[in-house]
């Protein structure tokens, strides 16, 4: 017996595929858990499985499609010369976490 596949068996290309659990995310896109939802609903990122009630994964294949969009990216942005800027549309830099507590205004009375 080989340990080849026949290419003419259905199988076979499903038993390269793996599902990254979502754990595993941060070490297979280089995001934190919370960028990689974040991706995820702005459609960055392709969306996960759904595995069981609880448990969702990505395909490992979709994802290493979505590593080449980024090396593209990547590539077309160096021979343009395009910077990305880290500036939101309005042009303030993007903040996380607690807003700023803003000082009340004090009216003079006369």
Same mark, same amino acid.
């Given at each position: 017996?080989?340990?080849?596949h026949?290419?003419?068996?259905p199988i &076979?290309? #499903?038993? $390269?595929?793996?599902?990254i659990?979502a754990? +595993?995310?941060p070490? *297979?896109?280089?995001?934190?858990? !919370?960028?990689?939802?974040e991706?995820?609903?702005?459609?960055?990122l392709?969306?996960? &499985?759904? #595995?069981? $009630?609880r448990?969702?994964?990505?395909f490992? +294949?979709e994802?290493? *499609?979505?590593?080449?969009?980024? !090396?593209?990216?990547?590539?077309e942005?160096?021979?343009v010369?395009?910077?990305?800027?880290?500036?939101?549309a309005?042009?303030?830099?993007?903040?996380?976490?607690?807003?700023?507590?803003?000082?009340?205004?004090?009216e003079?009375?006369?």
């Amino acid at each position: 017996m080989t340990d080849r596949h026949d290419e003419r068996d259905p199988i &076979a290309p #499903l038993q $390269r595929k793996k599902i990254i659990r979502a754990k +595993d995310m941060p070490a *297979e896109t280089g995001l934190s858990i !919370r960028a990689v939802w974040e991706a995820v609903s702005e459609g960055t990122l392709p969306p996960p &499985a759904q #595995l069981s $009630r609880r448990a969702v994964g990505w395909f490992s +294949d979709e994802l290493e *499609e979505w590593r080449e969009q980024k !090396r593209r990216e990547r590539d077309e942005c160096r021979s343009v010369g395009c910077n990305k800027d880290l500036k939101n549309a309005e042009g303030s830099p993007k903040r996380r976490g607690r807003p700023r507590k803003v000082p009340a205004t004090v009216e003079q009375v006369d």
